[in-house]
């Protein structure tokens, strides 16, 4: 009789942390916030050996190296926040950027604001 293997999904609060994480970040928008955000994430998906996360507006995903991208789940092709309508470009800007997945003529571009939203970019490189 083949044996079936289990698989672990993150329970409520390791996703719940996973998501407090990432706002905490844009609440707070500080190097040591990105650090832990960072850390969280990696380490939810190294528990549940997983390679994605589905947050409630992103996706975190791990490479084989150990990076952490986070994908958005809405685009925009303006310049400003889908949410509270913050320049993108501004040099006192509320957003973020969060990931870069760079390509042969466009780059994806996640960005966050301080307003909670997480939104994509093509940018043309």
């Known amino acids: 009789m083949k044996k079936s293997t289990v698989y672990l999904l993150p329970t409520m609060e390791d996703r719940r942390c996973a998501e407090t994480a990432l706002t905490t970040f844009l609440t707070v928008q500080s190097s040591t916030a990105r650090s832990a955000m960072l850390a969280a994430l990696k380490g939810i998906l190294k528990k ?11 996706t975190a995903e791990i490479n084989r190296s150990g990076c952490i991208a986070i994908k958005p789940k809405k685009f925009i092709t303006g310049s400003s926040c889908p949410g509270c309508n913050e320049n993108l470009y501004s040099a006192d800007s509320k957003v973020r950027i969060l990931s870069i997945c760079e390509g042969n003529t466009w780059d994806t571009v996640t960005y966050g604001c301080r307003c909670g939203e997480v939104f994509g970019k093509i940018e043309r490189t």
């Open 48 to 58: 549940y050996r997983l390679s994605k996360l589905n947050l409630h507006n992103c």
